[in-house]
């Protein structure tokens, strides 16, 4: 009985072990400046643990991110956002260091860069 309650015990610590180590970089919510050809832009980027997202922004709204893949502290995703009427695929890298992300978006009209701290 007592290699039993022994083995168990062994069992959950590596399963909490390994959960732990599966943690997520990108979750949670950023705030975020594109530095876009028009200007600085502020926005808030959200990550969520179940590989949803959104990032919203003034002038652009609200949008979904598709796609989002993190493999270490790389970080990549794509946002469909509408910039007055045009609509703008929106394709992120980027790498994730403690609570700073640093990366780019390319688009149509060339790459702009991407800086943010997490709330």
Aim: with cysteine.
């Amino acid at each position: 009985m007592k290699k039993l309650l022994s083995g168990l015990m062994v069992l959950s610590l590596a399963t909490l072990v390994g959960c732990a180590a599966g943690t997520n970089p990108a979750v949670g919510a950023w705030n975020i400046e594109m530095n876009t050809p028009l200007g600085a832009m502020p926005a808030v980027l959200t990550i969520n643990a179940d590989g949803t997202g959104s990032m919203a922004a003034d002038g652009l709204g609200e949008a979904p991110l598709a796609g989002i893949m993190v493999e270490g502290n790389a970080v990549n995703f794509d946002a469909e956002v509408d910039a007055q009427g045009q609509t703008l695929v929106l394709e992120f890298k980027g790498t994730i260091e403690g609570d700073s992300l640093t990366g780019e978006f390319g688009s149509d009209f060339g790459a702009f860069g991407v800086t943010g701290t997490r709330q």
